[in-house]
């Protein structure tokens, strides 16, 4: 029998595709605090904690512009400096840098796309996101289909 584990890592391996949105973002990481400490995919490595920052409301939820940091990246085409819809308590804090492709700021800078291989996790909604989560939906699409 494959453990649940073992079935994503296959996943992974196989390189099938994969979004994460918010939480399912957030699971990539080695690890967790919301709850208690817990083990996520480790697909990225870093970790997920609670917003920190004096005077934030907690939960974030509402709108905040993209910063395209790796143009490079073709999921961000057209992305940069457009809104898109929060409502999220935590944040990602990876080590390897290079897996960011945008951030938004609240309080301080956090991952919005987050990007490696054949993984891909938003912290924004994309469905939400009106007409930039269709861009970004599309830029998706097009990414799986090259």
């Avoid at 399912?24 to 996520?40: A, H, I, K, P, S």
């Avoid at 490696?116 to 996101?129: A, I, L, R, Y």
Wanted: charged share 20%; aromatic share 14%.
């Amino acid at each position: 029998m494959v453990s649940r584990r073992g079935l994503f890592d296959d996943l992974r391996r196989g390189g099938t595709y994969f979004l994460g949105v918010c939480l399912g973002m957030q699971v990539m990481f080695e690890v967790g605090t919301e709850g208690g400490v817990n083990n996520g995919l480790g697909w990225f490595r870093g970790r997920v904690d609670r917003i920190a920052g004096v005077g934030l409301k907690v939960p974030h939820i509402g709108w905040d512009r993209l910063i395209v940091i790796n143009s490079t990246c073709p999921l961000t085409n057209g992305l940069d400096g457009q809104y898109v819809y929060y409502v999220h308590s935590y944040v990602a804090y990876p080590v390897d840098e290079d897996v960011v492709k945008a951030i938004s700021i609240y309080g301080s800078p956090y991952p919005a796309i987050v990007c490696s291989d054949n993984v891909v996790g938003t912290q924004f909604h994309p469905e939400k996101s009106g007409w930039v989560g269709k861009v970004f939906l599309n830029n998706l699409y097009r990414w799986v289909r090259r």
